[in-house]
């Protein structure tokens, strides 16, 4: 099964893996809509059991923030992130910084914040190496 053929996949417009093996960092970012705006939505770390069940989180997760920022009357569409790891053993700065790049590396069709598993403090850090965190 591909991506696209994920129950869960609905239309997202960019579905982005990331690892940086060095910092431990898998994680996957999807962008379910930019029709309002760019995607907006948190960035969740859990001990997913596989990265399949990561995968069907993001994109239930990203489309949810679609429906939630349209019906607050936002200018903005929706996504998610996942972490993949534990977030009370595996968190660390590098780690978050490697998170921060990723983002950054999306040029702004994305925008990060806290979620299940990250703070305020994480997204400060986060916030380091990318320009787009709220």
Known sequence: MTVFDHIEFDNHEQVVFFR?????????????STALGPAAGGCRMWPYASTADALT???????AMSYKSALAGLPLGGGKAV?????????NE????AFGRCVQH?????????DVGTGLSDVHIIGEQCDYVF
Do not use: F
């Open 106 to 114: 999306l040029g702004g069709r994305y925008w990060t914040a806290e």
């Open 20 to 32: 940086d093996a060095q910092a431990g960092l898998s994680a996957i970012v999807a962008i379910h």
């Open 83 to 91: 972490i993949i790891g534990d977030p009370a053993v595996d968190k």
């Open 94 to 97: 590098r780690l978050l910084h």
């Open 57 to 63: 989180d993001v994109l239930r997760l990203s489309k």
